[in-house]
């Protein structure tokens, strides 16, 4: 389900603005309370979306089990194609 699922008006917060969420827009986008999210402002819209996690190639390695997978994060064998940018010969 998703689109318009009730009308809502901007008020005020202290120095800020706020909008009020029903539990039901809440369950459709998957969001609860205290959860973490991204506001992007556009022309004539406001997107509110679960914040994503940054990820970086040193968490990724980071995480890396070599007990658990069968080969390394080394080329097994010459390489066979253009794997490395160089001609197959």
Not at 41 to 64: G, K, N, S, W, Y
Not at 72 to 87: H, Q
């Amino acid at each position: 389900m998703s689109g318009t699922l009730k009308q809502t008006k901007i008020s005020q917060w202290g120095n800020s603005a706020a909008v009020r969420l029903s539990s039901a827009a809440l369950d459709v986008a998957q969001l609860r309370i205290d959860d973490a999210v991204e506001v992007l402002a556009r022309e004539d819209e406001i997107i509110i979306r679960r914040q994503r996690p940054h990820v970086t190639m040193a968490d990724l390695l980071a995480r890396f089990d070599r007990t658990k997978h069968r080969h390394t994060l080394e080329l097994d064998d010459d390489p066979t194609g253009s794997e490395t940018g160089a001609k197959a010969g």
